[in-house]
């Protein structure tokens, strides 16, 4: 593998590994906010 492939795949990996977390963490936001928004209808109701 040419230093040039090697650089490209440890991008593309640390791409993957930033881009990943980001979205997961987005998801886990979303979650929380329906969690709460349900929990206060709740203690609404």
């Known amino acids: 593998m040419s230093p040039l492939e ?5 991008l593309e990996i640390f ?3 930033v881009l990943r977390p ?3 963490v987005e998801d886990l ?3 929380g ?3 709460q ?3 206060a209808r709740k ?3």
């Open 6 to 10: 090697s650089i490209a795949s440890m």
């Open 29 to 31: 936001m979303l979650a």
């Open 15 to 17: 791409a993957a590994a």
């Open 43 to 45: 203690s609404v109701a």
């Open 37 to 39: 928004s349900a929990h």
């Open 33 to 35: 906010q329906k969690r």
């Open 22 to 24: 980001t979205s997961q």
